[in-house]
């Protein structure tokens, strides 16, 4: 879609025109090219793109981001029980910052997950401890304390459906828009054609849904055809034409039209895919029989045919089930890490072969973290989680946030440390400030935050909390 009068691009210039003009007549004309600048970001010459790597299940923080340093791992190992990792196993991928973490705090990555280790040590990936779903900053005593009308908490906590669809979109079960396709609302008037700006290669996902941004799906194997109408039907070219033309063809009926116009879309769309995915592809290798490595894949296909599509601003969704151990927890999840490393890992170095390896930035993110104390053969649901920022432009080889004590946090001081029990991870940064400074890289403007992230007003120093910043740093 060409960038008109009607356009999500043209509309923010003139609302951001509109907010500087109700300062007075006699704007400076510094502050109009601001505003212009502003509104330019998403019709820029260069390529963004935001990957948004969801791990279904509820990913355990405690043997992914392990904390290693002798007091702290002497704590974990307590607490853990049998399902701590050996520290031994832990010095090939023990995390060595630019910058010492305070205290003397140490991690390293899960043993299978030596491919992000490499890429965080190349300065290309870096660690946000702690965070998770936040309506407003709590401490345990506020969490614990009965004004909800002061202090809420995200709804529904540790169920699985909700806090995914909180993750991606800041509400429970059943919301429609996520933060992803508010992104994108705002990129559509960048692209020569709008249907490529949200891209979905694992079904169907709130996170990807705008109020005009539609995601457009593809599966592994490029985009997705309507056979009937892109293959012989009975072995006759005859009878797939005549399928194209009914199912296209004018409909006095408004439903049928309409639905005859999404059909011509997809068709249209399938054909431009498929043509655009024929050449230029990247060459580097990705596993074979890792799903999330065929994903990204064809991320990486996409971001390749970016030219050939229209395509400046995208955002994309992909996903890993499997994170969902209350039991086998040993057993099963360097499977699942495993592939999320090699994944991750053969993604970023297809984004260097394609040259666009600082303008891609893939990121982590979970349904919540689990509980550090054992139930016996895993753990629980809980809450915060430590997650992983991927791409060139990531100020890498760094941990931002805050290393939480290594406690169950049931009794003494430990209350104080950010823990609800059982070793779930009150977090002490929000969902919200994490994808804030994801959009503010890609392009948002600092007054379109709020309208993509509806917590993100209690946040930062304009709301009195200049501890909990709207800008974590970890972008370039």
């Keep these: 879609m060409a960038d008109g009068v009607g356009s999500p691009a043209r509309r923010a210039f003139l609302r951001r025109s509109g907010q ?22 998403f019709n820029a010459d260069d390529y963004k793109a935001l990957v948004c790597v969801f791990l279904y299940g509820g990913n355990d923080y405690a043997n992914t981001v392990v904390t290693y340093d002798d007091p702290s791992y002497a704590a974990y190992a307590q607490i853990r029980g049998s399902i701590a990792l050996p520290k031994a196993s832990l010095a090939s991928t ?34 946000q401890l702690n965070v998770g779903p936040l309506v407003v900053p709590l401490t345990r005593a506020q969490y614990a304390g009965s004004d909800r009308k002061t202090y809420p908490v995200p709804p529904k906590l540790f169920s699985h459906n909700d806090q995914q669809s909180v993750w991606q979109s800041s509400s429970p079960e059943g919301s429609t828009v996520g933060w992803g396709g508010r992104i994108g609302d705002l990129a559509l008037g960048s692209n020569g054609n709008a249907l490529f700006t949200c891209v979905s290669v694992t079904g169907n ?48 009926n408004l439903l049928e039209s309409e639905y005859g116009k999404v059909t011509a879309r997809s068709i249209a769309a399938e054909q431009q895919v498929s043509g655009a995915l024929g050449s230029g592809a990247p060459s580097t290798a990705f596993t074979a029989g890792n799903p999330l490595a065929d994903q990204l894949k064809m991320v990486a296909r996409m971001i390749a045919a970016r030219g050939a599509l229209g395509a400046k601003r995208q955002v994309f969704f992909v996903s890993l089930g499997g994170f969902d151990l209350h039991d086998n927890l040993i057993a099963q999840h360097p499977t699942v890490l495993g592939r999320v490393s090699d994944a991750m890992t053969s993604f970023y170095n297809a984004t260097v072969e394609l040259g666009v390896a600082d303008k891609v930035t893939a990121f982590t993110a979970s349904d919540f973290g689990r509980t550090l104390a054992s139930n016996g053969d895993g753990s629980d649901h809980g809450w915060g989680s430590h997650h992983l920022v991927v791409g060139g432009a990531v100020k890498g080889r760094a941990f931002y946030g805050t290393a939480p004590a290594v406690s169950v946090g049931n009794t003494g001081a430990a209350q104080d440390q950010g823990h609800v029990g ?18 503010r890289w890609f392009g948002v403007s600092n007054t379109e935050l709020n309208g993509i992230l509806p917590n993100l007003q209690h946040f930062g ?12 740093g970890f972008m370039g």
Excluded: C, W
């Design 20 to 41: 500087l003009a109700l300062t007075g007549t006699a704007l400076p004309f510094a502050l109009n090219l601001a505003a212009i600048g502003e509104a330019a970001a």
């Design 205 to 252: 996902a709130v996170f990807l849904s705008g109020q005009q941004a539609l995601q457009y799906q593809v599966s592994t194997g490029g985009a997705v055809a309507i056979n009937s109408v892109r293959s012989n039907v009975y072995g006759s070219a005859a009878v797939k034409n005549a399928m194209a033309t009914l199912v296209q063809q004018p409909r006095s």
């Design 422 to 439: 059982q070793g779930r991870l009150l977090p002490t940064t929000s969902v919200d400030q994490y994808a804030a400074t994801l959009a």
């Design 94 to 127: 023990l995390l060595s910052p630019s910058t010492p973490l305070p205290n003397g705090r140490q991690y390293a990555l899960h043993p299978a997950m030596g491919g992000l280790a490499g890429l965080f040590h190349g300065g290309k990936a870096a660690v």
């Design 461 to 472: 120093a304009a709301a009195g909390r200049p501890d909990y910043p709207t800008d974590l």
